[in-house]
């Protein structure tokens, strides 16, 4: 069985082992191989200067400390972060102002953003997670306009892109992390990248006088816990001890192992400042205030010089992983995951509708050690309860997510059967309603519902939907529908629109759908015929016929498609006909419009069956309904000439066993007739076919 751990560390284990051969005979100063780091990653991010730090949440502090702001001043920031890096705003009498999270990208919400921002508001923190990119474009049109200082904290996102600009070079300076897990980790440590000197000068004049020499001790106690973690991590130990150890872990204590940090060591029990817990401070404590040393740097390089290839290889098992994966799973990520060419994949999230803890046992069981967020939601902290904000997609992401495992050294065989797992998983937590649809209760829109087809169904569900929606362009006859709904005590809304005006109707769509939190079943039933040979017909002609039969449905049915996938089910049925199989002459419009409607919904079905949601199409027949009275003739032919004399089906009993159809979650419906046989030849022996078709037209009326 194939087994993965939660994550491993990116400093090859050869150079933690020469690095605690070497640490006692050695002094912990600030030389050359931190200069030449800093050179590095100046020049890796296009930047003028870099100052390495002993951690980020000091880098911010003195960032925001060159800034010179005045007390009270508001700086924005996301809920999801470690506590200091609150603190390091609170000890400059700065105010933390926290920003809901986007679900889409997990970073700055742009609504909230736009709701929080006040006169007060000086500086903008983004902070980057999972290694997902946000739309930048959006972010500094915001920036630009509320005059507001960009800062960016990097430490999750190191190589990431927008439009092949990198993270990091957006704002007026960045902030990263060194420690362990991170794609650039050492020892601990920080860093500051800006290209403004005045910033640049001001940190390092300040932290040549305030930083201290490291404690050796506490980096040995580091660098010991760092060779443990590449240790149990190794693909052979790993396997073979460690994975059943956390089995044996998550058994007695499932809370505490899958809440572990990375890991993460007992270190933090001897460095409280490295705990994370969430305290209010008036100043760092003396461990925090050091210098980032010659041996932090050359460590730290090792990790550099493989970022590139560790970056193409994240995305590389991310591509293997979502190829394999079914599509209703993929929807459960961020959208903005699926953006390869920008995001550099240190976690890959997964927002679950289940219980999170039972999800991580069942995977550990199968051989995958899946996490969550270790990162607090701060701005519902009560140590910061001065600040506090209710931010309903932060507790979401917090409490909702997975970190699918990845890295480098991941093989494309583990990605597959880590893609397999899933997939297995959710076929099984399928909705046991798969096998029927009940239509009681339930949300109703139908088009077309003043008279025919659409008026049957109407009534014929009166006593068993919830909630009607109806549309249809005459006012009159759809008055009396509703008439006799809310006479049975029904509740009903109508719409009254044409069609044919496609351009409009996307906006009328919107308008409709942004009234109702949920929609169950959507019907298509309007439709219309002009009749007429091809060359009497007119382009018009042709983009009406369209419009109504099958943009409209198209409209219909994109627009309520994330609504049903939010719902987790949902049923969309089109009126197609026989004659979207089958051309007849002087029916090239209909034929036309009716072909699009059936090759449309053929694509649609397979689409939509992950997601638990049928894609219906009825082929009624010839129903005795107003539908020919009100067919326009255009040309030589005419009604005398054009009248089908097939057995009309009552629309009534059309609507009846469609109903029953539908409930048994049939995907076509069709009743056989002499047509199915007519259809049957039409594929088989096609002139046979068209002898049939003329000999059961009368065109003998007709100037042809």
């Not at 470690?82 to 009498?93: E, W």
């Not at 996490?371 to 209710?390: H, K």
């Not at 439709?527 to 018009?540: K, N, P, Q, S, Y």
């Not at 069956?609 to 049928?614: A, Q, S």
């Amino acid at each position: 069985m194939i087994k993965l751990p939660r994550a491993r560390i990116a400093i090859p284990f050869s150079t933690l082992v020469k690095a605690l051969i070497k640490i006692p005979f050695i002094k912990l100063k600030r030389g050359d191989l931190n200069e030449q780091f800093e050179r590095s990653l100046a020049a890796f991010w296009s930047l003028k200067y870099c100052a390495t730090m002993p951690n980020c949440r000091v880098s911010l502090y003195y960032v925001l400390k060159s800034l010179r702001l005045q007390q009270g001043d508001e700086v924005l920031l996301t809920p999801l972060t470690i506590p200091d890096i609150v603190n390091a705003i609170r000890m400059l009498g700065l105010k933390p102002v926290f920003v809901d999270l986007s679900l889409d990208d997990q970073n700055i919400d742009i609504e909230d953003l736009e709701r929080k921002i006040s006169s007060k508001s000086k500086v903008l923190l983004l902070t980057y997670v999972s290694g997902i990119v946000p739309d930048m474009d959006l972010i500094m049109e915001k920036v630009r306009r509320h005059n507001l200082i960009l800062l960016e904290d990097i430490s999750q996102n190191y190589g990431s892109t927008y439009k092949d600009r990198l993270i990091g070079t957006f704002g007026v300076a960045s902030i990263g992390s060194f420690s362990t897990g991170k794609t650039i980790a050492s020892l601990l440590g920080g860093v500051i990248l800006t290209n403004d000197k005045n910033i640049y000068d001001y940190i390092v004049d300040s932290a040549s006088r305030e930083l201290n020499k490291p404690n050796k001790i506490m980096l040995i106690r580091v660098l010991v816990e760092q060779i443990k973690i590449a240790l149990a991590t190794h693909p052979i130990i790993f396997s073979c001890v460690t994975y059943y150890a956390f089995r044996l872990f998550a058994t007695l204590t499932p809370q505490s192992h899958f809440t572990f940090k990375k890991y993460s060591s007992k270190v933090v029990e001897k460095i409280p400042y490295y705990e994370n817990y969430p305290i209010l401070r008036e100043a760092f404590p003396d461990e925090a205030m050091v210098w980032f040393s010659d041996l932090q740097a050359e460590i730290a390089m090792q990790s550099f010089r493989n970022l590139t290839r560790s970056i193409r290889l994240r995305r590389d098992r991310f591509a293997i992983l979502c190829s394999n994966l079914n599509r209703d799973i993929l929807e459960l990520m961020p959208r903005a995951l699926k953006n390869v060419n920008q995001n550099v994949y240190w976690h890959v999230p997964l927002y679950l509708k289940e219980d999170t803890l039972e999800f991580k046992k069942r995977f550990l069981k199968k051989g995958f050690d899946i996490i969550g967020f270790a990162l607090r939601a701060c701005s519902m902290e009560p140590v910061f309860e001065e600040y506090y904000q209710e931010n309903p997609n932060t507790l979401l992401i917090k409490t909702n997510s997975v970190f699918l495992p990845i890295h480098e050294s991941f093989t494309e065989k583990e990605m597959v059967k880590l893609a397999k797992s899933l997939n297995d998983h959710f076929e099984k937590r399928r909705s046991p309603v798969m096998k029927r649809y009940n239509l009681d209760n339930k949300t109703i829109l139908i088009t077309g519902a003043a008279s025919g087809l659409g008026r049957c169904l109407t009534l014929n569900l009166a006593d068993r939907a919830k909630k009607f929606i109806l549309v249809d362009k005459n006012e009159e006859m759809l008055n009396e529908v509703v008439s006799i709904l809310r006479g049975k005590g029904k509740d009903v809304d109508s719409y009254i629109f044409d069609f044919k005006y496609i351009d409009m109707l996307g906006q009328k769509i919107d308008e409709i759908y942004n009234n109702y939190e949920q929609i169950d079943v959507l019907f298509n039933v309007a439709g219309m015929e002009i009749a007429g040979f091809v060359d009497d017909l007119t382009l018009d002609s042709m983009r009406e016929a369209h419009n109504v039969n099958c943009l409209a449905p198209f409209l219909f049915t994109s627009k309520i498609i994330p609504k049903m996938k939010k719902q987790g089910s949902g049923q969309i049925v089109s009126i197609a006909s026989d004659m979207g199989k089958r051309g007849i002459p002087g029916r090239a419009p209909y034929c036309a419009s009716k072909f699009s409607l059936v090759g449309f919904f053929e694509s649609l079905r397979l689409e939509l069956e992950p997601y638990n949601i049928d894609a219906v199409t009825v082929f009624p027949g010839v129903m005795n309904t107003n539908f020919w009275k009100n067919i326009r003739y255009e040309g030589r032919i005419n009604a005398a000439g054009y009248d089908d004399k097939r057995p009309r089906n009552e629309p009534d009993a059309v609507a009846k066993r469609l109903i029953k159809k539908m409930e048994k979650r049939k995907r076509v419906i069709s009743k056989f007739s002499p047509v199915t046989v007519y259809l049957f030849l039409n594929h088989t022996v096609p002139a046979f076919a068209d002898y049939i078709t003329k000999k059961s037209l009368d065109f003998k009326k007709v100037n042809l």
